[in-house]
């Protein structure tokens, strides 16, 4: 079965703090996996998008890097920002079999304290 | 473009009423995603369509779930009757195939069964 896993379930760090979060799969035989930021009572935002091929990607503060022989994704924030205060969830797509299912984690609910 | 499009944002019905909810995907968009995200389950994919066309319907939870794409810039997910435990909030996605597919969502539809 494949699952997505994020430890932890909730992070609260002060202000200016860089952090990582984590992302676990079940199956490495994926076609991408995705970032995504979700803000109370808000749709999801993507944020970064790792192609199978891929080790990282960067956008800002926000850096997310790609391991698929241990199944395991980080997104390292630098320098947090009460602004960055939200649901983390990483989702990951495997190979046409699945069509373009989603599978996402639970997410990580993150709170940067000014 | 407006991004992706739902209403009601917020429903509020009682055991056993028909429930409706509408999505607009984001125009030349040819994938259309339902979700469905509570505490306890977090985020699931109901069922999506690619141009128009149902194409994995294996998240829908029981029959009393039917969705539609009679046109490219339009869904239905409708609830009938409804139940308590289909309270959640409701998701809609659209996309664009190719190597950085990425998944625009909605800023969803909040249902209270009561």
């Known amino acids: 079965k494949q699952e997505v896993t994020q430890i932890p379930a909730a992070l609260s760090v002060p202000e200016g703090e860089n952090l990582v979060l984590n992302c676990s799969f079940t199956d490495s035989a994926i076609y991408n996996l995705q970032w995504f930021r979700q803000d109370p009572g808000k749709g999801l935002t993507s944020l970064l998008l790792i192609q199978s091929s891929q080790r990282e990607q960067t956008s800002g503060r926000l850096n997310a890097s790609l391991d698929k022989s241990s199944g395991r994704s980080t997104l390292y924030i630098a320098a947090s920002q009460p602004g960055d205060s939200a649901t983390y969830l990483c989702?990951?797509?495997?190979?046409?079999?699945?069509?373009?299912?989603?599978?996402f984690g639970e997410g990580t609910q993150l709170t940067v304290n000014p | 473009d407006a991004g992706v499009i739902q209403s009601p944002r917020h429903e509020v019905t009682e055991m056993g009423q028909e429930v409706t909810l509408r999505c607009k995907p984001i125009?030349?968009?040819?994938?259309l995603f339902w979700y469905r995200q509570t505490m306890m389950r977090g985020l699931e994919l109901l069922i999506y369509?690619?141009?128009?066309?149902?194409?994995?319907d294996s998240g829908m939870p029981e029959d009393r779930f039917s969705a539609k794409m009679p046109n490219a810039s339009f869904s239905t997910l409708k609830i009938q009757p409804s139940e308590p435990r289909d309270s959640a909030v409701y998701f809609c996605?659209?996309?664009?195939?190719?190597?950085?597919?990425?998944?625009?969502f909605g800023p969803g539809t909040r249902l209270l069964v009561l």
């Open positions: 125009s030349g968009h040819d994938y």
């Open positions: 996605a659209s996309s664009f195939p190719g190597e950085y597919e990425t998944q625009y």
């Open positions: 369509f690619n141009n128009n066309v149902p194409i994995d």
């Open positions: 989702a990951v797509k495997y190979p046409e079999t699945s069509g373009s299912r989603l599978t």
